[in-house]
């Protein structure tokens, strides 16, 4: 194509053999224009691909990830939240420059442009392949703008040589068109976007509870010794659910229906839990499929309301037995309604996990927490419907498959040091003990079949979350079992019964192997 400009127009304007240039202003224009369709295509195929992956975003969060921290604090203190508004502002203001540049140094030649335009492109593929958080689509977003931008660039600039001189009346009308094109696809991206869960939950920002939980007390693990931290960080939490794809519900479109026996039906929406005055609770969830010393279990600060008072909100009929759950991707859970409606057990309709919104595979935009049940029968996540019902009425998910109606929580403990061989002589032993809403009392262990020996434990932050404990153990040289076992508030000692996880949670004492040498 450049052979158009090479062989001199039919009706060459100068007897000099200069090629034809374009004005500054169209130049300009051609520039920002190429920009825009850029954005907006990227924009738009974002949309599908995860809408983080907008090469406008991409660049916008590459630069807040790459700003020194003393920068940021500046940016914080001295703009307060706008710092992104400032952020992605004078982002736009740097590019539209640069665009306008790359339009005037391509007055003649398109390629200057294209190649200042392929630059641009290139820092946006480089801003989302570096990101750790998108998924392996999410480059096709930066290429269609780069490609977008070179394409349009290049396009306008011969049509604009083409037909400049002879018809500016054209021209205008393909860069309003242009113009009109790169809003509609920007405008489409940001909408399809804004379905998007990702989005609405980045949009949220922090959550502030009125009741905020307790500090957790340096002492309320023995980390260094080998065993959890006691608060589990949102990513390291155990996953258990039946959905191939996570539902992605935007907190805007969410809807919680509140229905049966009641005596009137509520529907909430996100707003109308958000604007409650939220609490916090320190709860362990537990997996009923978790085997003896096995990992599905861990602990957070859950930020919600209470359940109970949603359901007296709607008021609970004589003669309700079950909350039936259900949540968007089909999946139903039954608790008691005496469970939900003791106002000391806390059930909460939680909508926050460790100070941030909940994350989507933990069920954003809600989900269930019910302290001392184990998950599969209390603690639905993406919830979007609570039935007031009898247990003959309904029946829950993993019921039908074998698994008890009722499932309260079993005492149990597990070792988590020491693992493979340590040096003879005086060996730590540590781990996790739980009883959630009722406490555990004593954590014993033994070593081949000695005596029992208390071990010590982290101090207690709440009935409803696990306990750390540790202990120490004489080993000769050789190997070695130690065996552990939990007593809860109640006075129950865990049972030495081996049961499997079906129907209704596992028992017996974990048991581990070392070798000192
Ligand atoms: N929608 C939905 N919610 C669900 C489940 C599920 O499969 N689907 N599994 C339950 C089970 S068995 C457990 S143990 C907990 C686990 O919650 P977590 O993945 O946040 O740890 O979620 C419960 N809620
Ligand atoms: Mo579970």
Not at 89 to 105: E, F, Q, R, S
Request: proline share 8%.
């Amino acid at each position: 194509m450049t052979t158009d400009l090479e062989q001199a127009p039919a009706n060459p304007p100068e007897p000099t053999e200069a090629p034809p240039k374009l004005a500054a202003g169209p130049a300009a224009l051609i520039g920002v224009l190429a920009l825009a369709a850029a954005l907006a295509a990227g924009h738009l195929v974002a949309a599908f691909v995860g809408i983080k992956a907008s090469p406008y975003l991409a660049v916008g969060n590459a630069a807040v990830d790459a700003t020194p921290a003393w920068l940021k604090d500046f940016a914080a203190g001295t703009f307060g939240t706008a710092d992104k508004t400032v952020l992605l502002g004078g982002m736009a203001v740097v590019m539209v420059v640069l665009a306008v540049v790359a339009g005037l140094v391509s007055r003649t030649w398109a390629w200057p442009g294209q190649a200042i335009i392929g630059v641009f492109g290139a820092v946006g593929v480089a801003a989302v392949v570096t990101r750790p958080d998108l998924g392996q689509f999410a480059v096709i977003a930066p290429v269609a703008s780069l490609v977008t931008g070179v394409l349009v660039f290049r396009g306008l600039h011969h049509a604009a040589l083409a037909q400049g001189i002879s018809s500016p009346s054209r021209r205008r009308f393909l860069f309003a068109g242009v113009a009109v094109g790169a809003g509609l696809a920007g405008g489409a991206g940001q909408w399809i976007g804004s379905q998007d869960a990702e989005a609405s939950r980045d949009a949220l920002g922090p959550l502030v509870p009125t009741r905020v939980a307790p500090p957790i007390p340096p002492d309320a693990d023995f980390a260094r010794l080998g065993t959890p931290t006691f608060l589990t960080e949102n990513h390291d939490f155990y996953r258990i659910d039946t959905a191939l794809v996570v539902p992605q519900i935007p907190a805007e479109g969410w809807r919680l229906r509140l229905h049966g026996m009641v005596d009137r039906e509520i529907t909430y929406t996100y707003d109308d839990i958000r604007r409650r005055p939220l609490v916090e609770r320190v709860v362990t969830l537990c997996c009923v499929s978790n085997p003896v010393g096995g990992p599905y279990i861990s602990t957070a600060k859950f930020i919600g309301v209470d359940l109970a008072d949603l359901l007296n909100e709607a008021g609970v009929r004589p003669g309700a037995e079950q909350l039936f759950s259900t949540s968007a991707d089909g999946f139903t859970a039954g608790t008691p309604v005496s469970t939900v409606l003791d106002p000391g057990r806390g059930a909460m309709l939680a909508i926050g996990m460790n100070g941030e919104p909940l994350p989507i595979e933990h069920g954003f935009p809600a989900r269930l927490v019910v302290p001392g049940l184990y998950g599969y029968v209390s603690a639905t996540k993406w919830v979007t419907e609570l039935e007031v019902t009898t247990w003959d009425a309904q029946q829950a998910y993993w019921l039908h498959r074998g698994w008890a109606e009722q499932g309260p929580i079993k005492t149990e403990s597990r070792i988590d040091a020491p693992h493979g061989s340590v040096p003879p002589g005086r060996v730590g032993i540590a781990g996790i003990a739980w009883a959630q809403h009722t406490g555990i009392a004593k954590v014993e262990v033994r070593l081949d079949n000695g005596p029992w020996q208390e071990a010590t434990l982290s101090a207690n932050v709440t009935d409803d979350a696990w306990r750390m404990w540790w202990a120490q153990v004489q080993a000769s040289p050789g190997s070695h079992t130690v065996t552990v076992r939990a007593t809860d508030r109640s006075g129950y000692t865990q049972t030495d019964q081996v049961a499997d996880v079906v129907p209704d949670g596992a028992t017996g004492w974990h048991t581990i192997n070392f070798v000192a040498q």
